[in-house]
């Protein structure tokens, strides 16, 4: 513990520390209220505008009244929920190609997939700045 004691010290000299302290009070839209200050937000992931369209709040709602919320366990444990299901049928067809798998974060995603390619003691290369895509 000391060791991380020492690490967090020297990120908290540098600037560098992040902590969890700022209280989003607003939905996620290009103006945020933060501890009660409206904001300019940008930062967001929201960069379709999607999190506030009107249809898709709708469609939500109603899914909630139709499922409720939470999957209860993982796919793999308690099966596919059909709304999961449907949507990658759809998003199989829109993209044409055989099948489509939705995960929840870019997150969840990188660690699907990659522990899916990569054997145990293998490595994955990382791109570097002056690297193309064609180069490797």
């Not at 060791?3 to 992040?18: A, S």
């Not at 960069?47 to 409720?68: C, M, P, T, V």
């Amino acid at each position: 513990m000391e060791v991380f004691d020492q690490e967090l010290k020297v990120l908290e000299e540098r600037g560098l520390l992040r902590e969890l302290n700022r209280i989003l009070e607003s939905d996620s839209g290009s103006w945020i209220t933060i501890d009660g200050k409206k904001v300019l937000n940008l930062c967001s992931n929201n960069y379709l505008g999607l999190a506030n369209d009107q249809r898709l709040k709708e469609a939500a709602i109603n899914a909630i009244n139709l499922y409720g919320v939470g999957a209860g366990a993982s796919r793999l444990v308690s099966g596919d929920a059909k709304l999961h299901h449907d949507l990658e049928e759809k998003l199989a067809k829109f993209k044409k190609v055989e099948k489509c798998l939705v995960f929840n974060s870019g997150y969840t995603a990188n660690i699907g997939i990659i522990s899916s390619l990569v054997k145990r003691g293998g490595s994955v290369d990382v791109l570097r700045n002056s690297q193309s895509c064609d180069q490797i």
